[in-house]
C-alpha cells in the first residue's frame, strides 16, 4: 500500500498564478485533511473532509479551497498565489474524524515568487 | 484553543545517549501522537498514544491524560535519530470536533 501520496513535491508559483495540489489515500479513510508547515512551527490545519462529501475551514483558510472528489482523494487549490503561501503542505488521512490515528503524505514543497 | 507545549526546543546528544522530550497540554484530549520529522521532510508516525505507556524498540512513550503530559524516551540514540519530534493532540470536546494540533517541536541532533 502506497498509503498518503501527494503531487506534486515541489512547485514554484510566480504571484498570481493558480495551481492544485492533490492528495489520494488507499487505506480507505473517511477523513482527510490539509496542513501547511512554516519554519520553526508546528503543521497548522487548512481545511478538512470529515467525510466524502464534507469539507470545513481549520486554522488557516485564506486564500485557499479544497475539494474532495471521492473518497480517495482530496485536493486543495490556491487560487491566486501569494508570497506568503510558500510553505511546506501536508495531506493527511485518518479512518475517521476522531480518536484515530492520522497518517501523513511526503508533503509539498511550494515557493512563490 | 488548545495548547500544545513541547520542551525541549532543542537538543543536542552523543550517539548512545538517552533523551526524553516533554509534551505540555492545556485541556483534556482524546487523541494524542507523536511524529518524527526526518531530514527529508517526512512525518512518520511513532506512537498513537491518547493514554497508557507503548514501547516500540529504542523507543518508548507515556501519556498521563490527567496530567496533561505525555513523555517519548529515546534510549541508545543514533543519528538516524535526528530530526524534529512532533507532539500532536486532539480535543476532547465530547464529539463535535477532532483535529489535531500541533506542537512546535523539538529537534533533536544525534552527533557520532
Known amino acids: 500500500n502506497a498509503g498518503v501520496t501527494q503531487t506534486p513535491k515541489f512547485q514554484v508559483l510566480k504571484t498570481g498564478q493558480s495551481m492544485t495540489l492533490q492528495c489520494a489515500q488507499d487505506?480507505?479513510?473517511?477523513?482527510m485533511y490539509w496542513y501547511r508547515q512554516d519554519p520553526g512551527m508546528g503543521l497548522r490545519l487548512i481545511y478538512y473532509?470529515?467525510?466524502?462529501?464534507?469539507?470545513d475551514k481549520g486554522e488557516v483558510p485564506n486564500g485557499y479551497n479544497v475539494s474532495r472528489l471521492n473518497k480517495r482523494e482530496f485536493s486543495l487549490r490556491l487560487e491566486s498565489a501569494a508570497p506568503s503561501q510558500t510553505s511546506v503542505y501536508f495531506c493527511?488521512?485518518?479512518?475517521?474524524?476522531?480518536?484515530?490515528?492520522?497518517?501523513f503524505g511526503q508533503g509539498t514543497r511550494l515557493t512563490v515568487v | 484553543g488548545i495548547q500544545v507545549e513541547q520542551s525541549p526546543p532543542d537538543l543536542i546528544l552523543q550517539e548512545g545517549a538517552n533523551s526524553t522530550l516533554r509534551c505540555n497540554f492545556s485541556?483534556?484530549?482524546?487523541?494524542l501522537q507523536w511524529f518524527h520529522q526526518n531530514p527529508w521532510g517526512q512525518l512518520i508516525n511513532l506512537f498513537y498514544?491518547?493514554?497508557g505507556t507503548k514501547q516500540n524498540g529504542r523507543l518508548s512513550a507515556t501519556t498521563v491524560a490527567t496530567e496533561r503530559y505525555s513523555l517519548l524516551y529515546i534510549s541508545s540514540s543514533q543519528t538516524t535519530d535526528s530530526g524534529v519530534y512532533f507532539c500532536?493532540?486532539?480535543?476532547?470536546?465530547?464529539?463535535?470536533?477532532?483535529?489535531?494540533?500541533f506542537g512546535k517541536g523539538t529537534k533533536l541532533s544525534v552527533k557520532p
Open positions: 500532536a493532540v486532539e480535543r476532547d470536546y465530547g464529539g463535535s470536533q477532532g483535529n489535531l494540533i
Open positions: 485541556d483534556s484530549v482524546n487523541n
Open positions: 493527511a488521512s485518518s479512518p475517521t474524524r476522531m480518536n484515530t490515528e492520522a497518517f
Open positions: 487505506m480507505n479513510h473517511n477523513s
Open positions: 473532509s470529515a467525510s466524502e462529501g464534507t469539507t
Open positions: 498514544i491518547p493514554s
